[in-house]
């Protein structure tokens, strides 16, 4: 896919069109919306925290997961109340929430989903993704999220991505171009690690 060459920030420069705060990207999210939330290890940590902070606002939002591995903020305070969680997978973070009623499972093949989403059997109104920043030819890698969140986030209707230099750069089909990315946040932090 090229060489990276993002270090130096010329890439902010280019796509500053794009460049909005986590507050204004979770903005976008009207209420009754499908948001899909990067799985796992990458999941955009700033616009999680945000969607949190912003939940009031956002009633009867259904956030949907292939795998989580920290929904307990999902279900504190009010937030259990205003989002609908639903996951492909259960975790063991998340057995307690479904067996209690508070979260939903669908039960699917993790090679179904892109199809799922693709034929547009199930929509995806936003699609919060963590990727890389993007080489000299515009594309971000999904760097450890090659799961299901690029076929979700190209079928989504607004996908906004949360650029992280500390995401590892990996190649393959997990490549999005920066001009099908609708917005973007710059958040520099290490990734969320598995336990």
Request: hydrophobic share 40%.
């Amino acid at each position: 896919m090229g060489q990276i060459d993002s270090s130096d920030g010329e890439w902010r420069e280019k796509w500053k069109d794009k460049e909005i705060t986590a507050k204004e990207a979770i903005k976008k999210i009207i209420l009754g919306n499908r948001v899909f939330i990067g799985s796992a290890c990458s999941e955009p940590q700033a616009l999680t925290a945000e969607l949190i902070k912003s939940s009031e606002s956002l009633i009867d939002t259904e956030i949907i997961h292939f795998l989580t591995i920290g929904p307990e903020k999902y279900f504190k305070d009010k937030a259990e109340d205003l989002f609908r969680h639903n996951a492909f997978f259960i975790g063991k973070t998340l057995r307690k929430e479904i067996n209690k009623g508070q979260a939903d499972y669908t039960p699917i093949l993790a090679s179904e989903i892109p199809s799922l989403f693709l034929s547009g059997r199930k929509n995806c109104d936003v699609a919060l993704i963590q990727v890389t920043p993007p080489d000299r030819y515009g594309f971000c890698s999904f760097g450890i999220n090659i799961d299901v969140a690029k076929p979700i986030a190209q079928a989504a209707y607004l996908t906004i991505a949360e650029i992280n230099p500390q995401m590892p750069r990996t190649l393959g089909n997990s490549f999005i171009h920066m001009k099908d990315i609708d917005h973007f946040v710059y958040n520099d932090v290490p990734l969320l690690e598995f336990q």
